[in-house]
């Protein structure tokens, strides 16, 4: 099922000026050092990944509706772009591997969630 029939949530303008906000932002939280008493759970990283990733594939679907998988390929590299940002321009964080497998599966909830959408969309017209 293609994502041509769904109908983005915001208007495309709005989903676009937040996905580049959010894209900031995410990028800042990474860099900066976070507090150990911020974290409540051993894994709340790794959800805190998934949770962004899903917002930032939820954002860009709504701003590129016809335009799922290139969005979800940009934001893959640009979760990669920000583990290697850790590793090599910090000295407080670390680019971990798995951090990248957490965005992923953001993108992939967040691609079932689009594709249940459309599915729900179709079925609706």
Known sequence: MSCMNCVPILPSTLSRACFAVALIVIFIMAMIPLPEVLNAFSFQDKLEHSA??????????????????????????????????????????????????????????????????????????
């Open 52 to 125: 962004a990733f899903l917002v930032l594939m939820l954002l860009g679907w709504s701003g590129w509706p016809n335009r799922p998988w290139p969005v979800a390929a940009s934001l893959l590299l640009y979760g990669v772009l920000i583990e290697l940002a850790q590793h090599f321009f910090t000295l407080n964080r670390v680019g971990d591997p798995w951090d990248v497998v957490a965005d992923s599966s953001g993108l992939l909830i967040g691609g079932w969630l689009i594709r249940l959408y459309g599915r729900r969309d179709a079925l609706s017209a």
